[in-house]
């Protein structure tokens, strides 16, 4: 009796513990549910169907090519250019953007709370961060489905000591056949990039 008495304490130790599991993650997928849900919020219309139109480029990669350098500045024209769209998820967009053998950047595009916010991922071969990571900026509310443009953010300004006003816009056309990455300071353009849409690698 005693033995029945002691099995049946565990199984129902055990019921209970696999339950308990059971609502556990049932409650942790209920919450990112909120999460995601809230961050979706965040976004105008218009910034989700950028993050979508940007998402429909999923697992192609694409050539592309400087179109225009401010003088003075170092040109990129003789560079290989080549945009991978590899992660592509409700809240996220990355796209490692390679500059000949030089694979240390990527562009983030995320989902926060604050709205739709673009970030450069710079990182060494083995992938530690480099000092200068992670600047971008918010989108400020004038964009479209197919043009967004990013001012620097306060963290950027810090890390950058930014005097130049900077501000990142990226330009897909409407037809989808072109992606453009602009530069600009104190609103004028210093660096152009044009990516070709209809020709995948």
């Not at 909120?34 to 429909?56: M, P, T, W």
Request: aromatic share 12%; with cysteine; hydrophobic share 40%.
């Amino acid at each position: 009796m005693i033995r029945i008495i002691f099995f049946l304490s565990i199984f129902s130790a055990m019921f209970f513990s696999c339950g308990q599991r059971s609502q556990d993650r049932e409650e942790a997928s209920d919450d990112m549910i909120v999460r995601i849900e809230a961050l979706e919020s965040a976004l105008s219309e218009n910034e989700r169907a950028f993050l979508d139109n940007l998402a429909g480029l999923c697992g192609k990669s694409f050539r592309g090519k400087e179109t225009f350098m401010a003088p003075g500045r170092e040109s990129w024209a003789d560079k290989d250019f080549v945009m991978h769209v590899t992660v592509c998820e409700d809240d996220r967009v990355y796209i490692p953007f390679h500059l000949d053998d030089d694979h240390s950047r990527t562009w983030m595009f995320l989902a926060g709370d604050k709205g739709l916010r673009f970030r450069h991922d710079h990182r060494h071969e083995d992938g530690t961060p480099e000092d200068l990571t992670m600047y971008g900026g918010y989108a400020d509310g004038t964009g479209t489905g197919y043009m967004q443009k990013f001012p620097a953010d306060d963290y950027t300004v810090e890390l950058l000591e930014d005097v130049l006003n900077r501000e990142w816009r990226v330009i897909l056309a409407e037809d989808l056949s072109t992606l453009e990455y602009q530069l600009l300071y104190h609103g004028e353009v210093v660096f152009a990039a044009e990516f070709d849409l209809t020709s995948p690698l």
